[in-house]
C-alpha cells in the first residue's frame, strides 16, 4: 500500500504474495480517506488510510487497522498503526511504511497448549506488540491500470519474555490495479 489517495468514489484492489497470502479492496472516501478490507488466509482486517500530504510525487500517509480471526487452535485480534511515505516518478513508485501493531493471542481451547510456528506458547505468554517496516516498489505496466509490486517486509517481535524475540524479513512480491473509476 501507498501513501496517494484514490480519490472519492474510486476502488483499488491488491494480491500480496509472501509468507501469507492477502488480498486487499478499498474504497475513496473523499479526497484525502479510503477503507477497506483485507483477507489474508483465515484473517480478516478492517483498514483505513487517510492522505496527510500529496505534492510533487511525494505523499505522506496514516494508517490504522485492526485484525481478527483464528489461527492454529488460537484466537488473534490486533491493532496497527503508523506511517506510510511515498515517492512517485513516471511509471516507477516507492514506498516505506512502518507499523506498531499490539496483538493479543488467546487458546481456544483453554485446556490445550498450542505452539505457534515460531515458539510462541501462546497458552502461557501471547505475542504483546511488534513493529513491521515495509519497503515496496512497484512499476506501472505499460498501457495499463496494473502496478507489479515487490519489496522487503521486516518485523521485530517483542515478547512477553525479552529473550524470545523473533525477527526477520520476508520477499513480498504482488499485483495492485491503479484507481479504477466509479
Given at each position: 500500500?501507498?501513501?496517494?489517495?484514490?480519490?472519492?468514489?474510486?476502488?483499488a484492489f491488491g494480491v500480496d504474495m509472501s509468507r501469507t497470502q492477502a488480498i486487499r479492496l478499498h474504497r475513496g472516501f473523499?479526497?484525502?480517506?479510503?477503507?477497506?478490507?483485507?483477507?489474508e488466509t483465515v484473517m480478516i482486517t478492517g483498514f483505513s488510510k487517510y492522505t496527510v500530504f500529496d505534492a510533487s510525487g511525494f505523499a505522506g500517509a496514516l494508517y490504522l487497522a485492526a485484525t481478527a480471526g483464528p489461527a492454529g487452535g488460537y484466537a488473534a485480534r490486533s491493532v496497527q498503526?503508523?506511517?506510510?511515505?511515498?515517492?512517485?516518478?513516471?511509471?516507477f513508485d516507492v514506498s516505506l511504511s512502518i507499523r506498531h501493531s499490539s496483538v493479543d493471542y488467546k487458546p481456544m481451547d483453554p485446556?490445550?497448549?498450542?505452539?505457534e510456528e515460531n515458539g510462541i506458547n501462546v497458552a502461557d505468554d501471547s505475542l504483546?506488540?511488534?513493529?513491521?517496516?515495509?519497503?515496496?516498489?512497484?512499476?506501472?505496466l505499460p498501457d495499463s491500470k496494473t502496478r507489479l509490486?515487490?519489496?522487503?517486509?521486516?518485523?521485530?517481535y517483542e515478547l512477553i519474555e525479552p529473550s524470545r524475540g523473533v525477527q526477520g524479513c520476508v520477499p513480498v512480491v504482488g499485483l495492485m490495479t491503479s484507481p479504477l473509476r466509479k
Open positions: 500500500m501507498d501513501a496517494y489517495a484514490i480519490g472519492d468514489g474510486n476502488y473523499g479526497d484525502r480517506l479510503e477503507l477497506g478490507i483485507q483477507l498503526a503508523g506511517p506510510i511515505i511515498s515517492y512517485s516518478r513516471g511509471r485446556n490445550s497448549i498450542h505452539d504483546e506488540n511488534y513493529a513491521t517496516a515495509d519497503l515496496m516498489f512497484s512499476l506501472r509490486k515487490f519489496g522487503i517486509t521486516c518485523t521485530d
